[in-house]
């Protein structure tokens, strides 16, 4: 099993939902950075489980520990490795199922792939516990874009059908993106983010879940980043999106509407504005020819329903190979998408970091 990303930046996960701990190993970081934990924690609890009644009762503290590459309070140029520590955990909810596969999860899978010795227990290092160090590690290269006054953010555009506004490339900054992100239901419609959480409380009264789509957004990346064909923006991004548990879609700019479009509607017109090149409007989501071309980078994930439910569900059992039914045990996000901002925001702020790296070829310029 490979858990590790990146051409300049690199990182490791590593750990399990039920194991000890779970953890991050960063690699690339420029020397005598000073990383500001308090931000880093910030970003932490709003992925942390256990807030409200639209999450999981589970409770982490998601406390993290700096085991390596930093001394002092600054980057060595080391390895930075981070350690979570599990600490509310319950593996026997899954003792009595660990026969049964559960539809939607990568119990079946998992089971192919590793010969049946992987780790069963809330998913194991198959589990969305994973994403918290992924968070901590996007989290610091988010410090460092902001550094070159490029801002990560995102909202909630749609639950079950009900959907938020979309963001308005024109009017997008980064105080918009700080309002959010101290928003307990990350909306820029309240009336739409009140009817977004009734959805998610009746889905969990009647033992089951809802998905939903997030909208992100990259603002002041510079023109010129990326490359054609495999190595494109939309790849790379993609390509880490994908590694977040849940997501199953993506698309950039006006993305499956562009289908319903003629070229002289889809087409960003370009314009000089104070000097600089940009256009009029932003359908390609600020990437062309997978290259960046200066406008916001805009993208939407569509984040699965939670595939743990209480309903009594057809399944099998591994090893009387009989078809049975599994109503499954534990403790669950009835809604994974509003826990699953922060991840996004972490992942896309690592892609950008690595991409800039790929041309720069140094963080010191």
Known sequence: MSSTWGNNIKLSLFGESHGKGIGVVLDGLPSGFEPDFDLVNLQMQRRA??????????????????????????????????????????????EKTRHLMRPGHADYTGHVRYNGFND???????????????????????????????????????????????????????????????????TLDEAAGFRMKEAIIHAKSLKDSVGGIIETAILNTPAGLGDPFFDSVESKLSSMM?????????????????????????????????GKVGT???????????????????????????????????????????DTEIEVVGRHDPCIVPRAL????????????????????????
Do not use: W
């Not at 589970?58 to 600490?87: Q, V």
């Open 49 to 94: 489980p256990g807030k409200n009644v639209t999450s999981t009762p589970r409770k982490e503290k998601d406390a993290f520990e700096i085991i390596s590459g930093l001394f002092h309070g600054k980057t060595t140029g080391t390895p930075l490795c981070c350690l979570i520590r599990n600490e509310d955990t319950r593996s026997e909810d899954y």
């Open 120 to 186: 069963f227990r809330g998913g194991g290092h198959f589990s969305g516990r994973l994403t918290a160090p992924l968070v901590f590690a996007g989290s610091i290269a988010m410090q460092i874009l902001m550094k070159r006054n490029i801002f990560v953010g995102s909202h909630i555009l749609d639950i079950f059908g009900i959907t938020d506004q979309l963001f308005d490339p024109s009017s997008l900054n980064h105080e918009v993106f700080q309002s959010l992100s101290q928003k307990e239901f990350c």
């Open 242 to 274: 994908f590694s977040i548990p849940a997501v199953k879609g993506i698309e950039f700019g006006s993305g499956f509407d562009l289908a319903h479009m003629k070229g002289s509607e889809s087409n960003d017109a370009f314009r000089i504005s104070n």
């Open 280 to 322: 009029l409007t932003n359908h390609n989501g600020g990437i062309l020819g997978g290259i960046s071309n200066g406008m916001p980078i805009v993208f939407k994930t569509v984040i699965k329903p939670t595939p743990s439910i209480g309903k009594m569900q057809k399944s099998i059992e591994l090893t009387s190979l009989n």
């Open 342 to 365: 922060p991840v996004t925001e972490a992942a896309a702020s690592l892609v950008i970091l690595d991409i800039i790296l790929e041309k720069e070829g140094s963080l010191y310029g």
